[in-house]
């Protein structure tokens, strides 16, 4: 962790792959001169740490898999530098794509995922996509497909957000007008995964609460699962993930390590 800064910070994301083994975007190392992803199998034991400094890497934003390979965004923001790089989980680097203007931070910018097509660049926390092709060029307002689903969360007026899938379309509310929904992912079977985050400023201390949300392939209500956000020690922009059978797996931030749990939802 960084614990310099005010508040302190750490890794800024991981992924899981299929074999249940995780990746961790190693964020505090790249101050070190060792940008790297620390890979770690189901048990916890550190398998590798992939070493990405003969490939320039300045900042690992976020981190993202489609089970077997991963894709990083890199920024340099010093130099305006946005790039795209998939790679092996040895490190073996297969493309590396520049961002164009347009389509970064100032622009709403908040990392990758990777749907049933590709690589997408997501704004706003998963708002809207934008499919970035091996040439540089840009399909805009695109709507992912993940595990042959298409999806999309569109915020509606004040605490509404309205869920629209292949198969169905329902509302998601929330007891603030604070906070929004974000989609964690789509099960096997066809699950639709959220994290619903409720933020409540009328007390003398802002109090968030995270509701991580499953629904069925039709809408229906399934169950929830209630997470205290001040259990994390720093704040990990991408904290949650799905693994291959469609469990909810948590990356979770103690004072002298970080861990990976199941979340029964």
């Given at each position: ?13 991981f992924?899981?792959?299929?074999d ?5 975007a190693d ?12 890979h770690y ?16 890497v ?5 981190v ?7 894709a ?37 910018l908040?990392g ?8 997408l660049l ?8 934008a499919r970035?092709?091996s ?10 497909i993940?595990?042959?689903?298409t ?10 957000t ?8 329902f ?7 604070l ?29 968030v609460m995270?509701?991580?949300?499953r629904?069925?392939?039709t809408?229906?209500f399934?169950t ?7 259990d ?10 799905l ?13 002298d ?9």
């Amino acid at each position: 962790y960084d614990t310099d800064g005010s508040p302190p910070s750490g890794p800024s994301s991981f992924a899981v792959l299929n074999d249940g083994s995780v990746v961790i975007a190693d964020t505090m190392a790249v101050a070190r001169g060792e940008p790297r992803l620390l890979h770690y199998d189901a048990s916890g034991e550190l398998l590798t740490a992939i070493d990405l400094a003969d490939h320039d890497v300045a900042a690992i934003v976020d981190v993202v898999s489609d089970g077997s390979k991963l894709a990083i965004l890199d920024v340099l923001v010093s130099m305006s530098r946005y790039r795209v790089l998939t790679l092996g989980v040895d490190g073996s680097v297969e493309a590396t794509v520049d961002v164009p203007s347009g389509f970064r931070f100032e622009d709403g910018l908040t990392g990758l995922a990777w749907d049933d097509k590709g690589v997408l660049l997501e704004f706003e926390f998963g708002a809207s996509y934008a499919r970035l092709a091996s040439a540089g060029s840009i399909e805009d307002s695109v709507t992912p497909i993940f595990a042959g689903t298409t999806v999309e969360l569109i915020p509606g007026n004040g605490r509404t957000t309205e869920v629209v899938s292949s198969h169905a379309s329902f509302a998601i509310q929330r007891s603030t007008d604070l906070g929004g929904a974000t989609l964690i992912g789509i099960g096997p079977d066809g699950s639709i995964v959220v994290a619903v985050d409720e933020v409540d400023v009328t007390g003398p201390a802002i109090v968030v609460m995270r509701r991580v949300q499953r629904y069925s392939a039709t809408g229906q209500f399934v169950t929830e699962q209630v997470l205290d956000a001040g259990d994390q020690y720093v704040e990990i922009p991408r904290a949650l993930e799905l693994d291959a059978t469609g469990n909810v797996v948590y990356l979770q931030a103690h004072p002298d390590r970080v861990a990976i749990a199941a979340i029964e939802v």
